[in-house]
């Protein structure tokens, strides 16, 4: 996941190359949420440096809810995009379970210090982490869309009202 999220946020970390794929793949996430929990700063982590803010998004409802953008490649499992806001929060506890049930991730692009995001992961049993995804919001806004928390599915789907229901024919925990 880290190798997926640092190729498409346009950052400097050199992924690995994958040789062979047996289906046991364990998410990166876990990793870096290690290192920022064991960080004693609330400004910088070895990892990531705070506040993080992405240019030109803001919390807020679409104006259009038919959404759909052309997919790279890189997109190979659904991703929530949030900040730590009233709006994100409200959006997360009333999506929770459509979120497990799509197997998403999430990218906080919105928060001030390594606290601000530890108390946004403890509110949600959901996989996240801190990133401005200047690749990935720059995409978004040449699409129209410069509003979040928002649902980006594999295909090119924009959602932002699941209706907080489980999306027919997924399971919880299936990560697909």
Not at 46 to 60: D, E, I, K
Not at 122 to 149: D, F, W
Not at 156 to 176: F, Y
Request: contains cysteine; proline residues 7%; negative net charge.
């Amino acid at each position: 996941m880290l190798a997926v999220v640092s190729a498409c946020f346009g950052t400097a970390i050199a992924g690995p190359q994958v040789l062979a794929d047996t289906g046991r793949t364990v998410s990166s996430i876990q990793y870096l949420i290690h290192v920022l929990d064991s960080s004693g700063s609330d400004t910088e982590t070895p990892l990531v440096s705070f506040p993080v803010r992405a240019n030109g998004m803001s919390p807020g409802k679409l104006e259009d809810i038919h959404h759909a953008i052309d997919m790279p490649e890189w997109l190979t499992r659904p991703i929530f995009i949030v900040g730590n806001d009233p709006v994100s929060s409200q959006w997360l506890t009333e999506n929770h379970a459509a979120l497990l049930s799509y197997g998403a991730a999430g990218i906080v692009i919105s928060v001030e210090d390594v606290s601000a995001f530890k108390s946004l992961r403890r509110a949600s049993s959901l996989p996240m982490v801190p990133h401005p995804a200047p690749h990935l919001t720059r995409l978004l806004q040449a699409n129209g869309i410069n509003r979040y928390p928002l649902l980006l599915l594999e295909h090119g789907e924009v959602l932002q009202d699941l209706g907080g229901q489980v999306p027919a024919g997924r399971d919880i925990g299936s990560g697909r």
